[in-house]
């Protein structure tokens, strides 16, 4: 009993030691470790608003050691970020409570066992910029985050946003249920696996003398890996979000344009040091609208042998425009931007370098499906590096773009489907009639595709296909010269225009 008593002594003087000498540890490198942190933390955020004008970052305000924890204090600031209607501007604070390892009390509360560096326990910090947040989640601060930062190099977080709801003044209004997200990855932001999900969120939006516009999203989830694998300083993998119910309501009758499983998925994939290669997949199983039935639709869109750092480096010259482009647009005026002498061998150079890599971009995908019929399109092209951009532009445009592929597949019994649908919500009440008049729409829209020479028909399907190459066309089949292309299109599009 002695010798068990005795063991069991030795057992825990040597872990307090060891939880002791491990938080004096973290106390000498905690300084070190939270300024890396932000530097690489403003790396990213400078990255991830580069085109909106404006800038977010990151600042350690203050840091008070202790020799099991440490407090530390940090400001958050957006200045003029052009996300919509009106720049961002925002200055706040976050909290952030930090145990030293091996053992943080917040980690054995759950049972986490393996010795860790740290646990960093933050939130955001009530301001009065940030009160009516608060207000909003019940007086809590509405965004709390875990983190574990391990010994070698490993940090998890767990983001949690707590439920929120109001009504503002004029009837607009937001019950959001909250959201938890994780990420796993390491210290020098290389690496990320992220899972994320959300039950619910519903907002209505009122606008003086309009009937209000409501939408509500149910099941929304996200995850993926993404990891930094070239010198191009960009993340590949992918990034995959879906929705189980998108719906909204408007209109005088107030009536419900429904999507389930409505999906998004994105690839990217690491081309050489510099170049990026991936997919954007859209799609919705179910499109239903005043509780009728639709059809389904999905767009896939790829590209290949995207140089990142001259696409960064245009976007970077592009976006200081971007201030005069909404004074524009709020006024009801164009503008164009215009290339200074200054700059114009920097953006010339970009713009060669983007393109000698002969970038590919398509559209894989377009398509809507209904329960008779399926239309889709098809849409490719590569483009290529001019000898010079100083060229007249028909010369310019024959040189940049080298190829182009188009294919479109035109379905009559989904025209008729959609005549159908319009059809009911106008309140024809005949089956009968319904039905007579929407297979006379998708057979005229044949009829007179293939009259005009602009398509060609087989079985159901309406087809159109156009191919460039070497400054030649094939359209349908028919061979000939781009200002041959040109004169036929007018030509046929005119017999197609309304006479009056």
Do not use: C
């Not at 875990?146 to 949690?160: C, I, K, P, S």
């Not at 971009?361 to 889709?376: H, M, P």
């Not at 445009?397 to 597949?409: F, M, W």
């Amino acid at each position: 009993m002695k010798k068990s008593v005795g063991i069991l002594s030795g057992l825990v003087v040597a872990i307090a030691v060891a939880t002791t000498a491990g938080a004096w540890y973290t106390g000498e490198r905690l300084p070190a470790e939270l300024q890396r942190a932000v530097e690489q933390g403003n790396h990213e955020l400078s990255k991830a608003v580069v085109g909106t004008g404006g800038s977010v970052t990151l600042e350690l305000a203050s840091l008070e050691r202790h020799w099991f924890s440490s407090v530390a204090h940090y400001r958050l600031i957006a200045r003029n970020v052009n996300l919509g209607a009106e720049p961002l501007n925002l200055d706040v604070g976050i909290v952030d409570h930090i145990e030293h390892g091996p053992f943080p009390w917040s980690r054995v509360k759950r049972l986490q066992l393996l010795p860790v560096m740290a646990a960093s326990n933050s939130e955001l910090e009530r301001s009065e910029q940030t009160q009516p947040w608060f207000d909003a989640a019940g007086g809590k601060s509405p965004l709390k985050a875990h983190t574990a930062l391990g010994y070698a190099g490993g940090v998890n977080t767990e983001l949690e946003a707590l439920p929120v709801k109001f009504t503002a003044d004029d009837g607009s209004a937001v019950d959001f249920s909250g959201l938890k997200l994780s990420v796993e990855g390491d210290r020098e932001g290389s690496k990320a696996k992220i899972h994320a999900d959300a039950r619910q969120l519903q907002m209505t939006l009122v606008v003086p003398e309009q009937l209000p516009v409501k939408f509500q999203l149910d099941g929304m989830k996200l995850g993926g890996e993404l990891e930094r694998k070239n010198k191009a300083d960009f993340f590949f993998g992918h990034i995959d979000m879906s929705v189980d119910e998108m719906r909204m309501v408007f209109g005088p009758e107030q009536k419900t344009l429904l999507f389930k499983g409505v999906e998004q998925n994105n690839v990217y994939t690491a081309e050489g040091e510099e170049h990026l290669g991936g997919s954007v997949e859209y799609k919705t199983s179910e499109i239903s609208y005043d509780g009728r039935a639709l059809g389904s639709a999905a767009m896939v869109m790829s590209f290949k042998s995207l140089d990142v750092p001259a696409l960064q480096s245009l976007s970077e010259w592009y976006q200081q425009f971007l201030p005069e482009m909404q004074q524009a647009a709020a006024e009801g005026r164009q503008f164009v931007p215009t290339l200074s002498p200054e700059d114009k061998p920097k953006v010339h150079a970009d713009l060669h370098k983007a393109l000698s890599a002969k970038p590919q971009i398509a559209l894989e995908q377009l398509s809507f499906k209904t329960a008779r019929g399926e239309s889709r399109l098809v849409l490719k092209t590569q483009l290529s590096d001019p000898a010079s951009f100083d060229v007249p532009n028909d010369q310019l445009a024959r040189e940049i773009v080298s190829t182009v592929h188009g294919k479109l597949v035109l379905s009559k019994p989904m025209i008729a489907d959609l005549v159908a649908f319009q059809g009911l919500l106008e309140g024809q009440a005949d089956p009968q009639s319904i039905a007579m008049q929407s297979n006379q729409a998708g057979e005229m829209v044949g009829v007179m595709a293939v009259q005009s020479g602009l398509a060609t028909a087989q079985g159901d399907d309406v087809l159109a296909s156009f191919d460039y190459a070497d400054g030649a066309v094939e359209f349908n089949g028919q061979k000939m010269t781009v200002e041959q292309f040109a004169a036929f299109l007018q030509a046929r599009l005119g017999m197609l225009a309304p006479r009056g």
